[in-house]
């Protein structure tokens, strides 16, 4: 089942921050995050596990809410190149080495 | 090596045409998929293979053939495609034994059926 992602579309300046979230009616084994630019492959940014810690690194974070089986990232100070389509994808279970991605959520950052 | 690569980068082809889209990687991953993704959408699984095994058919119309020759190598074969089929098609592998393991997504074939 395919999992939720809130905002749609964000626009932000330069350093300021966002959270995108992923949320499923599902328990989750794990949620990956991607950010996809235009015309390009995504990019995985980091996995958050069932059972795991908050990641991060640099300005991007991420954080897994296992009651509530949602996901946020969370960008901080944000740059230019954050620019893109950022897809949260979600695996149900331990092994099944399959994800279900989000619709997306396009972040665009202005100067 | 942490690479996945595609080929042909972009093709077109007409209705009758046959095919092949190729992916390989060498990172020993023993997992390896294809995806559709159409403009705006996001990236819709169609097949994974599994130690070089079928082990995931999202009910994909059989003018998709899939095909594992080994653990490196992922084809994807097509034949009398119809214009819906116009996509980027992204291959992507994901080592088998690591729980955190990172999904690595080729840069795709961008495909027009004309």
């Known amino acids: 089942q395919q999992p939720v992602q809130s905002p749609q579309a964000v626009i932000l300046r330069e350093g300021e921050d966002a959270v995108i979230n992923c949320s499923s009616s599902k328990a989750l084994y794990s949620v990956h995050w991607y950010r996809q630019k235009h015309g390009e492959a995504p990019v995985f940014l980091m996995i958050?596990?069932?059972?795991?810690e908050q990641k991060g690194h640099e300005k991007i974070s991420a954080s897994f809410n296992e009651k509530k089986q949602q996901s946020s990232l969370y960008l901080t100070a944000s740059q230019l190149s954050y620019s893109g389509t950022y897809f949260c994808?979600?695996?149900?279970?331990?092994?099944?080495?399959?994800?279900?991605f989000g619709k997306g959520t396009k972040l665009s950052v202005i100067p | 090596d942490t690479e996945v690569t595609q080929t042909p980068k972009h093709l077109v082809m007409g209705m009758t045409n046959k095919k092949s889209l190729k992916c390989e990687q060498h990172?020993?991953?023993?997992?390896m998929y294809w995806y559709k993704q159409k403009a705006k959408k996001p990236p819709e699984l169609m097949f994974v293979y599994s130690y070089e095994k079928l082990s995931i058919n999202e009910s994909v119309p059989s003018r998709f053939s899939p095909e594992c020759p080994n653990s490196s190598l992922l084809n994807l074969h097509l034949h009398a495609l119809q214009p819906e089929d116009s996509a980027l098609y992204l291959c992507?592998?994901?080592?088998?034994?690591?729980?955190?393991?990172?999904?690595?997504f080729g840069p795709g074939t961008r495909l027009t059926v004309l």
């Open positions: 958050l596990l069932k059972g795991g």
């Open positions: 992507a592998s994901r080592r088998r034994s690591d729980r955190e393991g990172e999904q690595f």
């Open positions: 994808g979600t695996e149900l279970g331990a092994g099944s080495y399959q994800l279900t």
């Open positions: 990172m020993g991953h023993r997992a």
